[in-house]
């Protein structure tokens, strides 16, 4: 079993310590808080994202905390529900809600044209094949209505999910990232230095040292 490179750190135990302000503790509460049935999406595309989100970011409990898997759909159908965006956008993709409602019954028909079924319910290595020739550009069926394919998993898929994963502190904790620098900041700004208040790596034979100082962190 893989030990975990930041053991015992949570940083949720950093809420209610001079790490957090008030704004930060509001965005985690409702990061928290996601409903987890879909508002945006509808029963087919939820089928659709949730498997295409397990193909992108595979997730296990975590074995130090064991911490529950980072909701990665539900933090995206509550982006699209809110009609968030970036911003920008690429000029090639439709707006971001519509290039996922397409995107979606696309990958389903591409799916259904090679397999006769939906891509939630085909196997792991036809998913992976599926997203490799997305990726590549080689989807080209109709339903994508003339949306690069290559572009919807590059600037919607890997950055949407990705996104939404990072956003959660369960990732946080994950990669020993203490939250946004405000208020308190980060003053050790050097290579191979930190601050008190950040999570401290395991390294191989030192483990239980890095759990002892990560119980500490606040």
Not at 171 to 187: C, H, L, M, Q, T
Request: glycine letters at 6%; charged letters at 30%.
């Amino acid at each position: 079993m893989n030990l975990p490179r930041y053991p015992e750190y949570n940083v949720l135990d950093k809420r209610d310590t001079p790490s957090w302000d008030d704004v930060t503790r509001a965005v985690i509460d409702a990061r928290l808080a996601t409903p987890r049935e879909p508002r945006f999406f509808d029963a087919v595309q939820w089928s659709a994202v949730r498997a295409l989100c397990a193909c992108i970011v595979p997730q296990r409990k975590g074995s130090h905390l064991d911490r529950d898997p980072v909701p990665v759909p539900a933090l995206l159908d509550a982006k699209l529900d809110k009609g968030g965006g970036d911003g920008y956008r690429d000029a090639r993709l439709p707006p971001m809600r519509d290039a996922w409602r397409i995107g979606l019954a696309a990958l389903d028909a591409e799916s259904r044209a090679r397999h006769e079924l939906p891509f939630a319910r085909i196997d792991d290595d036809a998913q992976k094949t599926l997203l490799i020739d997305m990726q590549q550009g080689e989807l080209r069926h109709g339903a994508w209505q003339g949306m690069p394919s290559e572009l919807f998993f590059k600037e919607r898929v890997l950055h949407d999910i990705c996104g939404a994963y990072y956003s959660h502190p369960h990732a946080w904790s994950e990669i020993g990232f203490g939250g946004p620098a405000n208020p308190r900041g980060y003053v050790r700004m050097y290579f191979d230095r930190r601050d008190p208040w950040e999570a401290a790596q395991a390294e191989p034979g030192k483990e239980e040292q890095a759990r002892e100082e990560n119980r500490r962190v606040r």
